[in-house]
């Protein structure tokens, strides 16, 4: 079954707009955060209330307003069906929006009254996603879908624990009524959260976008995407058992072998995107998500490392994952998803038209370039600079300016 746009799985802009949005504005409020928190971010207290507040903002904010506004564009497009109900996805994201406010600012302030209110819309958002998602699929024929099912339904999964168990922890924040039971649940959420759902989303979802975006050949099947699906799942099972306690102790230097080794496998299957290619076909979108690619296998060597306790700090497990590889393949597959997303809403059989810009245009190369160079230049140096003791501020400063670039670009394509 062809993957095609139509007019009745297409979309409306108003119904993922809040998700869209939320999503850029929270890439350009997480470094002011890191800035804020500066002192315990150099100092390694990655508890302290800024720090909290700009994982979240990264995880809730960009990363997962990002895959719930696409995935709710990109279901009814691969399986061939439409959006169960678009006028919920605005609700939704409304919801989810106020959610991210609320709880990230509460854990930046440390304000009670806030984190509840952001424990309990955020949920609502994701499970009215959730709903929409699961109505929107069908038992399709087609490649695409057979190979995303299993990851996109595993990653629904996840997600929908992790901001249950989060909601949990928050509301323990405010009230403490978790007892001791927090130290089990907090490693759960942790574990599900970035392992299980970014895990599973974005490995998952690049089995599709590699080849529908071009930058891996169309007609070359993965052989191991199933394999790397049951060694995420097992890298997450045997990471939270671990934490657990006796007897189970032991599998914490298992899981960062199978996450390894899921990470190593997805990198060799799709090694042909850098392949190479003439300069007018390199778009932004073949960088961000090259680098992002690089950025996981600098973390499949650190988890390799982790599992002997040798090798390089384990702050770079973080910095690579949350500062790289995360930041860097959402925006590489927005500027794709957003200029096709925008320029069907707005320009649908109007192509011929004077003045009707081409998919191409639709995103300003040079902002997005000089956003990528920024942006990454940043990130580079708060790699180097957290172990070793560096001054953070001037990473800092080229990873908020990076991202202004870069998302007021996108925004701007949204907007136009």
Known sequence: MAIRVTRENLVPLPSLGPFFITGLLSWVVVPILLWLGREALAAGL???????????????????????????????????????????????????????VALTSGMATLRPELLLPGAVLVPCGVIIVLINVG???????????????????????????????GAALAVNLALGWLG???????????????????????????????????????????????????????????????????????????????????????????????????????????????????YLAVLAGVLLFSARGLGPPLVWAGGAGLGGGLPHAPPGDLHRILPFYVWHNKYWGRGKEPGVPAFREMVAEGPAWIGLALHNAGVIGLLIALPTGLPLAGYLALLLVGAMVAAANLLGTFLR
Do not use: C
């Not at 190979?147 to 990653?155: E, G, M």
């Open 180 to 294: 001791e039971r927090w130290a089990l649940v907090f490693p759960f959420h942790v574990t599900v959260g970035l392992a299980g759902w970014f895990g599973m989303l974005v490995l998952g979802i690049a089995y599709h976008l590699l080849p529908f975006f071009g930058l891996t050949p169309k007609k070359v099947e993965p052989r191991w995407d199933r394999l790397v699906l049951i060694l995420l799942h097992g890298g997450v099972v045997a990471t939270w058992l671990s934490t657990v306690g006796a007897p189970w102790g032991w599998l914490g230097r298992v899981a960062p072998v199978l996450f390894a080794a899921a990470l190593g496998l997805f990198l060799w299957e799709t090694r042909a995107l850098f392949a190479s290619r003439p300069p007018e076909k390199m778009h932004p979108t073949v960088t961000y998500v090259r680098l992002a690619h690089l």
């Open 46 to 100: 990655y508890r302290h209330p800024l720090l909290l507040a700009a994982v979240h903002v990264t995880v809730l904010g960009w990363g997962t307003a990002i895959a719930l506004g696409a995935l709710q564009q990109m279901v009814p497009v691969v399986f061939g069906t439409e959006l169960a109900h678009p006028g919920w996805a605005r609700w939704a994201g409304g919801l989810y929006a106020l959610g991210v």
């Open 135 to 165: 109505q929107s699929q069908e038992a399709s024929e087609g490649r695409a879908a057979r190979r995303i099912r299993p990851f996109v339904l595993s990653a629904l999964l996840y997600v929908l624990l992790t901001v249950l168990a």
